[in-house]
């Protein structure tokens, strides 16, 4: 008789877990916890694909750059930590390549600022890290319809700083094929040894 109880309980414990399967909601990108790098909606059937921003006002697209390996990074020139570290690690890994591999690479700084990012600014900040990067932006409709493309994030947040505002934004780094394809993703702990290697892979 002293077994009933913990029958019952046990039961009982059976029954709940198979009525949480069938009535609690599906864990989704809308009610899973929140990641380092957190994504936008992908555009329904896509992922990745050309694009057009600008360059100093100048339209520039991603199919500009065929027969090259893309390597595209979102962020911006006043970011105070996150940006400076990767594209530290993004040339630091171009530094490893050889000239004739460094050729068939081109390396993009989409700024998620273009308030504040645009022509010289930009473009400055950008190849402070390596002389081959390209910095280019947009209207931010424009940037966050790429962002959409690529699965990529970025918010506006307001700061008491003399900045006034901030950018969240994700800190993973893009790769495309020299045909236009998307290739992989990088994330923001990669090494410059990981840049190579994936660099290395396509060409």
Do not use: W
């Not at 002293?2 to 609690?24: H, M, N, R, S």
Request: one cysteine or more; charged letters at 15%; proline letters at 7%.
């Amino acid at each position: 008789m002293k077994k009933t109880p913990l029958l019952i309980a046990a039961l009982a414990f059976v029954i709940g877990i198979v009525a949480a399967q069938y009535l609690l909601p599906p864990l989704t990108a809308s009610n899973a916890a929140p990641s380092d790098n957190p994504r936008v909606p992908m555009l329904a059937g896509q992922f990745g694909g050309d694009f057009t921003l600008t360059q100093a006002g100048k339209p520039t697209k991603l199919s500009d750059f065929s027969g090259k390996i893309v390597v595209i990074y979102f962020g911006y020139a006043s970011c105070p930590d996150i940006c400076p570290t990767t594209l530290a690690v993004i040339s630091a890994g171009l530094k490893k390549l050889s000239a004739e591999e460094l050729a068939q690479v081109q390396p993009l700084f989409i700024s998620v600022d273009p308030e504040r990012d645009n022509g010289e600014r930009l473009q400055a900040y950008a190849q402070h890290f390596h002389p081959s990067f390209v910095g280019i932006t947009g209207t931010t409709v424009e940037v966050e319809q790429v962002a959409k493309q690529y699965g990529a994030f970025f918010s506006k947040v307001t700061s008491n700083s003399a900045m006034g505002y901030t950018v969240d934004h994700t800190s993973n780094t893009y790769m495309v094929s020299k045909d236009g394809k998307f290739v992989t993703i990088l994330p923001h702990e990669m090494t410059p040894d990981a840049v190579v290697t994936s660099i290395r892979a396509e060409l």
